[in-house]
């Protein structure tokens, strides 16, 4: 077999293959007499029918056959033999295929970077001190007061507050013409809330059970449905009951109801969650800041196809999120073309600290072991209160066991570097 290596790019390369004709006509007798032995030709006991018959009724069959095994068998081949390790399959364009003459083909491919650790130790990286609002657990229990609130009629003769929940029934009209859909009936509405466009809830605050008021508003630029966006619309509203909320009172009994003692553990446990929170977003925050120290120190060119692998598996979770949030296509287009560029940067770096990160754990021997393995598995179990066996066997899948082995690994890197660095 003759191979020859091209490097197109510092990252692209292309073998040109030619397979010797003895091993091409090894390869049709193989296939042929593997055919000969398993069909049944009309007239003939199975494994009896003349080869000559075999070869002129699965001829095109065997030459497929035939390539594809030859490619397979010397594409692997070539790669050992150069030391060369894919990112990505193959782009295989194939010659003409003659049983006894020479087969020859080229397959392109990208290769992995040749990583070159320039510094990955005294990196200068700060962590943000943790910083508690003075306000924030009364803020929490007001949102839990909130959450916890009794709607009741409005009994006195009053116009409608911020704070009020008016009770409507609502209606665009454009020239005159009704707008689909612009209409509710029925529809609930609490004043000062901003979930509908500018305008709307304040030009209700005053108005009275009972009572019509057409609001002449217009729809932001940038509203999600097109349709409407920038539009100049006539809404007609009647007002047909009138609500507020009651909040509860802070009291022990109010801290039973949402799941403590009293309320002094009732504050104490809003601002332990509100701790922990924050440490872990900063921890993560601090993590984030030292790889992206670690890249700029040691430049990583990215493989073309793991680049659009790595932005395709952004773009999925973007998707799935904006359509949970009721996003169409047409909004999800638009967002993908605002943050192009984002998506790129993001995605290759990404890339750049995953090689980064193998590359110091082996140099400083600090790769996932089995025992890491089965350590922070038992540690999930303990964590979820999930059976241990439940995540041992979900973990035997090879693309679980390798994203868990990856993070573990990536953690006792970070972690490694964390003790190595300047300002943490």
Same mark, same amino acid.
């Given at each position: 077999?003759?191979?020859?290596?091209?490097?197109?790019?510092?990252?692209?390369?292309?073998?040109?293959?030619?397979?010797?004709?003895?091993?091409?006509?090894?390869?049709?007798?193989?296939?042929?007499?593997?055919?000969?032995?398993?069909?049944?030709?009309?007239?003939?006991?199975?494994?009896?029918?003349?080869?000559?018959?075999?070869?002129?009724?699965?001829?095109?069959?065997?030459?497929?056959?035939?390539?594809?095994?030859?490619?397979?068998?010397?594409?692997?081949?070539?790669?050992?033999?150069?030391?060369?390790?894919?990112?990505?399959?193959?782009?295989?364009?194939?010659?003409?295929?003659?049983?006894?003459?020479?087969?020859?083909?080229?397959?392109?491919?990208?290769?992995?970077?040749?990583?070159?650790?320039?510094?990955?130790?005294?990196?200068?990286?700060?962590?943000?001190?943790?910083?508690?609002?003075?306000?924030?657990?009364?803020?929490?229990?007001?949102?839990?007061?909130?959450?916890?609130?009794?709607?009741?009629?409005?009994?006195?003769?009053?116009?409608?507050?911020?704070?009020?929940?008016?009770?409507?029934?609502?209606?665009?009209?454009?020239?005159?013409?009704?707008?689909?859909?612009?209409?509710?009936?029925?529809?609930?509405?609490?004043?000062?809330?901003?979930?509908?466009?500018?305008?709307?809830?304040?030009?209700?605050?005053?108005?009275?059970?009972?009572?019509?008021?057409?609001?002449?508003?217009?729809?932001?630029?940038?509203?999600?449905?097109?349709?409407?966006?920038?539009?100049?619309?006539?809404?007609?509203?009647?007002?047909?009951?009138?609500?507020?909320?009651?909040?509860?009172?802070?009291?022990?009994?109010?801290?039973?109801?949402?799941?403590?003692?009293?309320?002094?553990?009732?504050?104490?446990?809003?601002? $332990?969650?509100?701790?922990?929170?924050?440490? @872990?977003?900063?921890? !993560? &925050?601090? /993590?984030?800041? =030292? %790889?992206?120290?670690?890249? $700029?120190?040691?430049?990583?060119?990215?493989? @073309?196809?793991?680049? !659009? &692998?790595? /932005?395709?598996? =952004? %773009?999925?979770?973007?998707?799935?999120?904006?359509?949970?949030?009721?996003?169409?296509?047409?909004?999800f287009q638009e967002y993908v073309q605002k943050w192009d560029k984002d998506l790129n940067e993001s995605a290759a770096f990404m890339i750049q600290s995953s090689f980064l990160i193998h590359a110091i754990a082996d140099k400083e021997n600090l790769a996932a072991t089995n025992e890491d393995l089965e350590n922070k598995m038992a540690e999930y179990a303990k964590q979820t209160g999930i059976e241990l066996s439940k995540l041992k066997g979900f973990y035997k899948e090879n693309d679980n066991r390798s994203r868990l082995m990856y993070k573990i690994t990536e953690d006792k890197v970070v972690d490694f570097l964390k003790?190595?660095?300047?300002?943490?």
């Amino acid at each position: 077999m003759k191979v020859n290596v091209e490097e197109l790019s510092p990252l692209e390369r292309r073998l040109n293959i030619e397979v010797p004709p003895e091993e091409v006509s090894a390869a049709f007798d193989k296939i042929y007499q593997s055919l000969q032995r398993d069909v049944t030709i009309k007239g003939f006991r199975k494994g009896k029918a003349p080869m000559a018959q075999i070869k002129t009724m699965y001829a095109d069959r065997v030459k497929g056959d035939v390539a594809n095994q030859l490619v397979q068998d010397s594409y692997s081949k070539a790669l050992d033999q150069n030391s060369l390790n894919p990112v990505n399959f193959p782009n295989i364009q194939i010659s003409t295929l003659d049983e006894g003459k020479p087969f020859s083909f080229t397959a392109q491919f990208e290769v992995r970077p040749e990583i070159k650790l320039q510094q990955y130790t005294g990196l200068t990286v700060d962590k943000e001190e943790l910083k508690i609002a003075d306000d924030h657990v009364d803020k929490v229990i007001e949102n839990i007061r909130a959450n916890h609130s009794q709607r009741e009629n409005v009994l006195e003769d009053r116009a409608a507050i911020n704070g009020d929940i008016v009770i409507i029934d609502f209606e665009g009209f454009r020239n005159g013409q009704p707008v689909p859909n612009t209409k509710g009936d029925d529809f609930e509405l609490e004043l000062g809330s901003s979930s509908f466009i500018p305008g709307f809830e304040e030009g209700l605050v005053g108005t009275r059970v009972g009572q019509d008021r057409s609001l002449d508003l217009t729809f932001p630029e940038n509203y999600h449905a097109k349709d409407l966006a920038g539009s100049a619309i006539t809404f007609k509203t009647k007002v047909k009951a009138l609500k507020k909320k009651t909040l509860p009172e802070i009291n022990n009994e109010f801290a039973q109801k949402v799941g403590f003692e009293d309320v002094t553990k009732l504050r104490e446990g809003i601002l $332990e969650d509100h701790k922990a929170s924050e440490e @872990k977003r900063l921890t !993560e &925050e601090y /993590k984030n800041r =030292l %790889l992206k120290a670690l890249v $700029e120190r040691n430049p990583v060119e990215v493989p @073309k196809s793991m680049l !659009e &692998e790595q /932005k395709q598996l =952004l %773009l999925n979770d973007v998707r799935g999120r904006l359509t949970q949030q009721g996003m169409g296509e047409s909004e999800f287009q638009e967002y993908v073309q605002k943050w192009d560029k984002d998506l790129n940067e993001s995605a290759a770096f990404m890339i750049q600290s995953s090689f980064l990160i193998h590359a110091i754990a082996d140099k400083e021997n600090l790769a996932a072991t089995n025992e890491d393995l089965e350590n922070k598995m038992a540690e999930y179990a303990k964590q979820t209160g999930i059976e241990l066996s439940k995540l041992k066997g979900f973990y035997k899948e090879n693309d679980n066991r390798s994203r868990l082995m990856y993070k573990i690994t990536e953690d006792k890197v970070v972690d490694f570097l964390k003790s190595k660095t300047k300002g943490a």
